[in-house]
């Protein structure tokens, strides 16, 4: 079977697809804010859990946040554009740390 992208005319060939240019705003969308939203988990997780001992929590808290650095690094690249990646991610951010103020302001009462 001839293969018809090299057997049709040079006008008729597909370019390929370039490299869209968002990809260095969602790059780093996903360090930069993935590593604000794994800090934030973090945060959240090591304020709820004030009952348990210390080097269990700790481990716990310390080991939570590459799973989800590198996750958002991983899935940065399925929104539309890096201005999403950007608004979804910084919405995230602000729940998350909203979170982490509620638990830990209110494990201190």
Known sequence: MPNATLDSPPEQRRKPDPIRPDWIS????????GLGLGISCSGLLAALLTGMPL???GQLVMW????????????????A?????????????????????LAHFWSLT
């Open 26 to 33: 969602k790059t780093l969308a996903g360090l930069l804010l």
């Open 55 to 57: 080097p269990v929590s």
């Open 64 to 79: 939570l946040l590459p799973p989800i650095w590198l996750g958002t690094q991983a899935l940065v690249y399925f929104f």
């Open 81 to 101: 554009s890096g201005l999403r990646a950007w608004a979804w991610l910084g919405l995230a951010n602000v729940l998350a740390l909203g979170a982490w103020w």
